[in-house]
Each structure stands twice: as C-alpha cells, then as structure tokens.
C-alpha cells in the first residue's frame, strides 16, 4: 500500500463515518418522537421500554431530547 492509497483510505472511512453518524442522529430523533408519541397515547413508561428495549429512563432520556 502507497501513502497516496492510506491517505485515501482514512478519507473514504472518515466520510463512511460522517454519514453513518448522520443517520445514528436521524434515527435517534425518531425514536425520540416515537416514544413521545406513545407516551402521549398512554402507553404505560414501562411498556414503552419494553418495547423498545430501553430502561425507562433510557425512556425519558430520549423524550427529554425531543426537538421543541
């Protein structure tokens, strides 16, 4: 492998990276609103956790970073 080639290498992993925390950030969001969304339905913290394989304060931890 040359420099030119290692140097390309980091750069390709680095804007893999970029995107993927990207999508980690859409994602997150999205479960943000999502479990809102059910708490707001009445869905019970504990079944929402549950559900979405968090503890509840995992839970509201999230619903504390919802957007406004």
């Known amino acids: 492998m040359t420099e030119g080639q ?3 290498g980091i750069q390709q992993a680095l804007r893999q990276r970029a995107r ?3 999508v980690r950030r859409e994602a997150t969001a999205n479960l943000s609103k ?3 969304d059910a708490q ?3 869905v019970p ?3 929402i956790a ?3 394989g968090l503890s509840w ?3 509201y931890d ?3 970073q919802r957007p406004s």
Request: hydrophobic residues 45%; neutral net charge.
């Open 6 to 8: 290692a140097i390309r």
């Open 20 to 22: 993927a925390e990207e």
């Open 34 to 36: 999502r479990l809102y």
């Open 40 to 42: 707001q339905a009445g």
């Open 45 to 47: 913290i504990t079944r």
């Open 50 to 52: 549950q559900e979405a």
């Open 57 to 59: 304060q995992g839970v």
């Open 62 to 64: 999230l619903i504390a």
